[in-house]
């Protein structure tokens, strides 16, 4: 096995400023993290920018063109922001923006069953909802290449493990689901309350159609809670879907010593979402296409760049890491629990 990535080091000239968390570095650590479990940096491919077609499945062509002139207008080594809120960008972001949409359908596109890719991309995409990018996001990455790959390959299921809930990739999936998609389920741990605000349990829906499920994590869930509350969930939310294709929204702010996040998860509950992602993709043969996110921390991106290179390149770990059998926290057993009942 070996991970394909889908990286474009253009990436870098998306100007954020001085001193802002979502900086280039990031993918040059993820990337080194990925070297060191024995991928080579000559075997990245370039992906193709995504076309405007692909980009308004989406977004309509109104926020598309507020974006490109707003890029535009910023003249070069200056920063400006979007209108719709906290989200810088510069001259090249627009054109930036459109190769990650790209890197995420080429990663998509590209996974197999028993072949996973992975998109280093900046900037991220889960906030930017149809018609307002925020918290650093243009365009919703995964959720442009999701819309694709329903087309294209059938059921898809997407997996947001990020710190913060994936507003954006939501309200694409509720209106796919309120339109004529089938086969589509979202779901999501995120802590919360936290940015941006939304995430509640009550927002879950599961209906014939497909689900949105959103399990807020309180802020003192463990690496055990953390990992345990993926290990009940996910087989049964791909169950219900039955995937071709998962696609992960991989934001690493999840684990402990994130500057802007706050849990206390431990890195090694990245192997454990690697392993149960691959073996639920087995269990579906289904492909698992990784969708970079968030992850502030340099030493947690490097860790977790590793992490999943060794998972999926390299032959796998040598010993799954196991959780505590049942959850500590109450108020996520009970959540946990009514969710079971709901995918059954
Ligand atoms: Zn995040």
Avoid at 74 to 88: H, K, Q
Avoid at 99 to 117: F, H, L, R, V
Avoid at 138 to 165: E, T
Avoid at 184 to 204: K, N, R
């Amino acid at each position: 096995m070996s991970l394909e990535v889908f990286f474009d080091p253009a990436a870098e000239r998306h100007d954020t400023g001085p001193h802002h968390p979502e900086r280039a570095q990031r993918l040059e650590a993820f990337a080194a993290g990925l070297e060191r479990a024995g991928l080579s940096r000559e075997s990245f491919l370039r992906p193709q920018h995504a076309t405007a077609d692909a980009i308004q499945a989406v977004h309509p062509a109104k926020y598309v063109g507020v974006v490109e002139a707003v890029c535009e207008s910023i003249p070069a080594g200056s920063v400006g922001e979007l209108p719709t809120g906290d989200t810088v960008v510069s001259h090249e972001s627009y054109a930036i923006a459109l190769s990650a949409a790209g890197g995420a359908i080429a990663a998509a596109e590209t996974a197999k069953p028993g072949a996973p890719t992975l998109a280093l991309v900046r900037p991220p995409g889960h906030h930017a909802e149809p018609a307002r990018g925020m918290g650093f996001c243009l365009f919703n990455n995964v959720a442009i290449a999701s819309s694709r790959a329903l087309r294209a390959s059938g059921n898809v299921l997407i997996v947001d493990f990020d710190y913060h809930h994936g507003n954006g990739t939501q309200a694409w999936v509720e209106r796919a689901l309120a339109g004529e998609e089938r086969g589509l389920g979202f779901i999501s741990t995120h802590a919360y309350p936290a940015y941006p605000g939304t995430g509640a349990f009550d927002e879950s829906r599961v209906n014939d159609a497909g689900f949105v499920l959103d399990i807020p994590l309180p802020h003192s869930t463990d690496t055990d809670d953390f990992t345990n509350v993926w290990a009940q969930l996910l087989p049964l939310a791909a169950r219900r879907v039955q995937p071709k294709t998962i696609i992960v929204s991989a934001g690493f702010d999840f684990l402990a010593g994130d500057p802007i996040a706050g849990l206390s998860v431990a890195a090694r509950a990245v192997d454990s979402l690697c392993d149960l992602l691959g073996e639920t993709a087995a269990e579906h043969n289904a492909s698992l296409a990784f969708v970079l996110e968030g992850g502030y921390s340099l030493d947690n991106l490097r860790a977790s760049g590793e992490s999943l290179g060794r998972v999926f390149s390299s032959g796998g770990l040598t010993a799954s890491p196991s959780a505590r059998a049942t959850l500590r926290d109450e108020r996520l057993r009970k959540m946990v629990d009514e969710a079971k009942r709901w995918l059954a």
